[in-house]
């Protein structure tokens, strides 16, 4: 059984920072692609980012425009985590944050998943 699950949301100021993680068990992690995805109330569910792991030296990653150069994909295959740095929050940036996974390599490009957590809040005041 496939389990995800979130953690590192809470309340932060403009500006400021945090880290998501994401623990995973019950699939071949290192081979698994691995995603961040946020839903903000009254909008559909967006990407956001997306990692890959072929070798220690083929290690690939994706950003959705609106977080490109403020967040940060990363990946412990010995912890089976992913993590997703957050920094210069913005308020548009307030939503519930879910990680999913994958053993398709086509899920870094088509954003298609199979399994999902059950996301972490991330409230960003003004």
Same mark, same amino acid.
Do not use: H
């Given at each position: 059984? &496939?389990?995800?699950?979130?953690?590192?949301?809470?309340?932060?100021?403009?500006?400021?920072?945090? !880290?998501?993680?994401?623990?995973?068990?019950?699939?071949?992690?290192?081979?698994?692609?691995?995603?961040?995805?946020?839903?903000?109330?009254?909008?559909?569910?967006?990407? &956001?980012a997306?990692?890959?792991?072929?070798?220690?030296?083929?290690?690939?990653?994706?950003?959705?425009?609106? &977080?490109?150069g !403020?967040?940060?994909?990363?990946?412990?295959?010995?912890?089976?985590?992913?993590?997703?740095?957050?920094?210069?929050?913005?308020?548009?940036?307030?939503?519930?944050?879910?990680?999913?996974?994958?053993?398709?390599?086509?899920?870094?490009?088509?954003?298609?998943?199979?399994?999902?957590?059950?996301?972490?809040?991330?409230?960003?005041?003004s």
């Open positions: 059984q &496939v389990q995800l699950v979130e953690s590192g949301g809470g309340l932060v100021q403009a500006g400021g920072s945090l !880290r998501l993680s994401c623990a995973a068990s019950g699939l071949a992690f290192s081979r698994s692609v691995m995603g961040w995805f946020r839903s903000a109330p009254g909008k559909e569910r967006e990407f &956001v997306a990692i890959t792991w072929i070798s220690w030296t083929n290690i690939y990653t994706r950003y959705a425009d609106p &977080v490109k !403020r967040f940060t994909i990363s990946r412990d295959n010995a912890k089976n985590t992913v993590y997703l740095q957050m920094n210069s929050l913005e308020p548009e940036d307030t939503a519930n944050y879910y990680c999913a996974a994958d053993s398709s390599v086509s899920a870094f490009t088509t954003t298609r998943y199979m399994y999902w957590g059950q996301g972490t809040q991330v409230t960003v005041s």
